[in-house]
């Protein structure tokens, strides 16, 4: 690990700076942050250093989906016909291919510029829906694939226990999700247990409301204050109509309205999706803290809708961005796809600017490494300071494409160039893990994970 870099321009909490010296302490923070000429001699980085990114919402085993659900097979496919297709899948996993999967996942996450997953982990049970000797065998899985790859993790094992509002009985397809009180009990104590906080960080997640009743969702919160005080917690909320329309149908609340009513939620909460809104459920979460979380691929792959950004952050909310299923893991072509869907539907140019910072590409991406650092409840996303050392390194060619490019728009060069964002090295707490664009495990990273599709392929 690095005792101390010098960048040459860097994306700060302060806004872009140049030549400045980042001391980094043993366990991977920053120390202190100057503008100077070097006097230290820290190992200088030429080309421009952003903070490195939260992605704050993962599956990791929907990785290896890719391709598999872009066939019709319903006359009007949708999120709940491509839900059958991710629960066939699911049921095919085995904990060494979900740990081959992960690990490749996450390595290409790094390459894509994210140094934090939260993984919003639902696959607990074996095949045939029983549990695993090793209760938490499929979180170790995940737990190992962060070891390897050196992306950092915050696990969030999810509570899942019915199919839809009311309590309904789950269905066969959910098996390997399904958990009863005590044994999800049992989850986060062994994970506890066994956490240790420069490995993983551990948090809560009901699935959703249609999964957890109103008395399952009031046991989940005196579970974590005995447990986990004050750790992040996420929900599914709000990201179909016809579960907003299910909500109103069954307690005659519309799905945000009905959370808020069921759960104190605040800053340490991150409400994914949350696309379907109306103007006191705006309000309502801004005014909150919490901390919505958005897919922009994942939302326009399976035909969700178009968050109200604007309304959202005119009213002071705070978002971050996740890869969701997986089919990206790009963070510059999730940011361009959220740009892009308030571009389609204001009919507007340049939005998710500010006064403050006009470029949208250093906006955007400052504004989700924020926000994506308080769903984790981590001191992440930002070059300030008492931070942990994560940093991304852009490339910037002087005299070749970006010739005409200023560091300053350096990011919205590599959002809306067309073009696959150029990583070159990046860093997890002051430790190089992606040396110009490679891991140096990656050839048996990509061996394993290739081996794991091929048995997949099998069964499927």
Known sequence: ?????????????????????????????????????????????????????PNLHSHSFQYAMAGLSEVRRNPVDSFWSWREM??????????????????????????GGYTEVVEFHYLHNDMDGSYYAQTEELSAA???????????????????AHANFGGVAPQDAQRRFINSRDQYLKLIEILKSNQNQASYNLGLAPHSLRAVTEDEMAWLLDLRNDLLPDC???????EQTKEVDDSIAY???RSVTALMDQAPVDSAWCLIHST???????????????????CPLTESNLGDGIFRAIDFLNAGGHFGIGSDSNICTQA???????????????????ILCSDEMPNVGSNLW????????????????????GARADFVEMKFERNGIMAAVSPQAVLDFHIFSGQKADIGDVYVAGKKVITSGKHPLEEAINTAYVSAIQRLAHKL
């Not at 920053?30 to 001699?41: E, F, G, K, M």
């Not at 992040?232 to 709000?238: E, K, R």
């Not at 510059?332 to 140019?349: C, D, K």
């Not at 400052?366 to 300071?385: D, K, L, S, Y």
Request: charged letters at 15%; one cysteine or more; a negative charge.
């Open 1 to 53: 690990m690095a005792a101390g870099l010098f960048f040459k321009q860097a994306l700060t909490n302060k806004g872009w700076l140049y030549d400045i010296s980042v001391s980094i302490s043993e366990d991977g923070h920053i120390l202190a942050i100057d503008q100077d000429t070097n006097p230290n001699c820290y190992p200088v980085i030429e080309k421009p250093i952003v903070p490195g990114m």
């Open 86 to 111: 991710m629960y066939y899948f699911a049921l095919n996993v085995s904990p060494s291919e979900l740990q081959a999967i992960t690990a490749k996942l996450y390595m290409e996450l790094l390459k």
């Open 142 to 160: 995940i737990i190992t694939a962060s070891d390897q790859t050196g992306l950092s993790l915050t696990h969030l094992p999810v509570f899942y």
């Open 232 to 238: 992040p917690v996420h929900i599914h909320v709000a």
């Open 251 to 253: 307690n005659g609340k």
């Open 276 to 294: 379907h809104l109306d103007d006191d459920e705006v309000s309502a979460i801004a005014t909150s803290g919490a901390t919505v979380g958005l």
């Open 332 to 350: 510059t072509q999730e940011l361009r796809t959220l740009e892009y869907s308030q571009r389609l539907i204001h009919r507007q140019r340049n």
């Open 366 to 385: 400052q504004r989700a490494a924020i926000g994506g650092a308080r769903a984790t409840g981590r001191n992440i996303g930002q070059i300030a300071v």
